[in-house]
């Protein structure tokens, strides 16, 4: 009930999605060179929402409702691929069909589609998006479409304040003044890592009991705890104090819900970031919701991929 509420796709109207629609024909009609030589062939436009992919229900749910309201909004037809192969090996296992970035384009192209637009639904432009740009490089070298990119959330440094913004639309209700909340994101060896710096900061400079630490990167788990013992020691702050000590609650810094938000975020096992921040002396609390399960991320997505079909 809760993720049907986040994602209300009622408020959409068809007269909202024809209105985007429109617009993203305009230089067809300012441009005739690039208007289709058949007279009678129409452009056929296209989405495709890209993510790393999830094999739960939560996750899935969660592309499938904000699939749903892209093809409400746009009025266009809107696909989703994966970019992970292991994700897509492990969905083939379990009988469920599921595409990478280059087999859906291919899907498109041989639909006839005359213009896709592909976002990504990455948190920021590093390995796996350079992954994706390089699939669409293929597919317009080897297809008849005209295909554009949307970005990811963070690529640039005036987008970390909207983002940090939108991410309190994720924190729980009974979220208290004692408590404390840690995102988890993966983390990446690209030099991107540094968004997730600056989206630490941002966060933190919104409430000071907003963290974020990532799996992999400089800034780790340990880096956290070692800052909150650090603000203990010296913080003259009630809330700081032990007379004061609340909960941590743990979200994932990650599009939807998948495994390593259930295992390596909230699992019993002894080195998930639960059991470890138990160990420290945390009251600890997951709270299972994903990015695209907020309106105002989906809203930033929305944005990014305007932008990419006005490039048409």
């Not at 740009?133 to 297809?143: E, V, W």
């Not at 004692?178 to 988890?184: A, E, Q, R, T, V």
């Not at 409430?207 to 630490?213: Q, W």
Request: with cysteine; aromatic share 8%.
């Amino acid at each position: 009930m809760a993720l049907k509420k986040t994602l209300n796709i009622q408020k959409y109207t068809d007269i909202q999605a024809r209105k985007y629609f429109d617009w993203a024909l305009l230089p067809l009609c300012c441009c005739p060179s690039r208007a289709p030589k058949d007279k009678e062939a129409l452009p056929k436009f296209g989405i495709l929402l890209v993510a790393y992919g999830s094999s739960s229900y939560q996750g899935s749910s969660a592309l499938r409702f904000f699939q749903l309201r892209m093809e409400q909004y746009f009025n266009v037809p809107v696909r989703i691929a994966f970019t992970s192969e292991t994700m897509r090996k492990r969905l083939a296992h379990a009988k469920t069909k599921s595409d990478s970035v280059l087999k859906a384009l291919q899907k498109m192209n041989f639909e006839k589609f005359s213009h896709v637009a592909v976002q990504s639904l990455h948190l920021i432009h590093g390995i796996e998006y350079f992954d994706v740009l390089g699939d669409i490089d293929i597919a317009k070298q080897s297809m008849n479409m005209q295909i554009e990119a949307g970005l990811p959330l963070l690529s640039h440094d005036d987008e970390i304040a909207p983002v940090a913004n939108a991410l309190l639309s994720l924190i729980p209700e009974n979220f208290n003044e004692c408590d404390k909340l840690l995102w988890m994101g993966h983390g990446t060896s690209h030099e991107a890592e540094r968004y997730y710096d600056l989206i630490a900061e941002a966060v933190h400079s919104l409430d000071a009991r907003l963290s974020i630490a990532c799996m992999t990167g400089t800034n780790t788990l340990d880096t956290v705890l070692e800052k909150w013992k650090q603000e203990l020691s010296t913080s003259k702050d009630v809330s700081m104090n032990n007379s004061c000590k609340g909960k941590v609650w743990l979200l994932p810094l990650l599009t939807v819900i998948g495994r390593h938000a259930l295992h390596d975020m909230a699992g019993e096992q002894e080195d998930s970031w639960k059991s470890l921040l138990e160990q420290a002396g945390y009251v600890c609390e997951p709270h299972l919701h994903g990015l695209a399960e907020s309106e105002m991320i989906q809203d930033i997505w929305i944005e990014r991929l305007c932008s990419a079909l006005k490039r048409f």
